[in-house]
């Protein structure tokens, strides 16, 4: 499974379109990338996960250039809800649904 | 989508004791898995349990120490055993609804909302 590094927090504002970075230099053919939210208190939840250039969902986008070394989540105008631990898990899940967490960012809204 | 219910939601226990924890899944799931956070930090990856099979476990533990049981396909326990302050931690199950085959892509695992673990 490879290594992912993120920035360990995040500050932002309410309205603002936020960004996390996840470098995954060591990336293999066959895997995905994978991103979680975590609440306090709460176990993480999926929100997104891609390949390759870009996938898109209600809540977020996910970010891949062509060297698949490096994602970015974004979240679109984020609210104080949006306040969490956002995961970066990079493998190849088609063969393994057990998933390595690594430090995560942990992203501050305020209002 | 799968729902998963844990018990207990927390518990307060003495060092030297031991403390099972259980994981319900709302329906049938092949692949379980238990993780350990501990406050202000990443999960960590305990083990893998497979209904019929003996659990897998990660780099650090052991079936003496955690020993996991998985009688069918909707359940699981988790055992902390002979537990010690550093124990103290919250223990969460998931598990992955979605079976693999060719062309299918998982990834994603559904959580419970954890057993947070006191050991005076």
């Known amino acids: 499974l490879a290594k992912t590094t993120q920035p360990i927090s995040m500050d932002s504002y309410e309205g603002q379109e936020v960004n996390i970075t996840c470098s995954h230099n060591?990336?293999?053919?066959?895997?995905?990338i994978t991103w979680y939210q975590q609440f306090p208190s709460q176990g993480p939840r999926f929100i997104i996960q891609?390949?390759?250039t870009k996938v898109t969902n209600e809540v977020a986008s996910l970010f891949i250039p062509a060297d698949r070394k490096s994602s970015t989540l974004s979240l679109p105008r984020v609210s104080l809800s949006d306040t969490a631990v956002y995961y970066c898990?990079?493998?190849?899940?088609?063969?393994?649904?057990?998933?390595?967490f690594g430090t995560g960012t942990r992203l501050q809204v305020f209002p | 989508s799968a729902v998963i219910s844990q018990k207990p939601s927390r518990d307060i226990c003495q060092r030297g004791t031991s403390l099972t924890i259980q994981c319900q899944v709302d329906?049938?799931?092949?692949?379980m898995f238990w993780y350990r956070q501990q406050p202000g930090q990443s999960l960590t990856l305990i083990a893998t349990?497979?209904?019929?099979?003996?659990?897998?476990?990660e780099s650090g533990f052991v079936i003496d120490k955690f020993p996991i049981s998985r009688p069918n396909l909707t359940f699981s326990t988790l055992t902390v055993s002979n537990m010690s302050p550093e124990d103290s931690s919250i223990y969460l199950c998931?598990?992955?609804?979605?079976?693999?085959?060719?062309?299918?892509?998982?990834?994603?695992?559904?959580f419970g909302e954890g057993s947070r673990l006191t050991v005076l």
């Open positions: 998931s598990v992955a609804p979605r079976s693999q085959g060719a062309g299918t892509v998982t990834g994603e695992l559904f």
């Open positions: 060591n990336i293999a053919t066959n895997d995905y």
């Open positions: 329906s049938q799931v092949t692949m």
């Open positions: 891609g390949y390759k």
């Open positions: 349990a497979n209904q019929g099979s003996e659990a897998t476990y």
């Open positions: 898990l990079v493998g190849d899940f088609a063969n393994t649904d057990k998933l390595i």
